[in-house]
């Protein structure tokens, strides 16, 4: 789902949950792409990497995920 900086609520981070790269601005206003789980990506790209490090990550039992910092 797509949100603009008028949806993004306060206390998200101002980056990318996967690449750290920060929201891009269009017409002046920030947006991310939130999943499912309610981390904030800079694009669908990055959304769905992670979404697929997550899930190999599931099976092959390796414990949590690391997002960028």
């Not at 990318?16 to 789980?37: E, H, I, K, N, T």
């Not at 997550?54 to 390796?62: K, L, N, V, Y």
Request: glycine residues 10%; aromatic residues 14%; proline residues 6%.
């Amino acid at each position: 789902m797509l949100v603009s900086t008028r949806y993004l609520q306060s206390g998200v981070p101002p980056r990318c949950a996967f690449c750290g790269q920060p929201f891009p601005l269009v017409d002046g206003q920030a947006q991310a792409w939130r999943s499912s789980g309610g981390a904030y990506f800079c694009s669908e790209f990055c959304a769905d990497d992670a979404e697929e490090a997550e899930f190999r990550s599931h099976r092959s039992g390796h414990g949590e995920l690391r997002f960028a910092k």
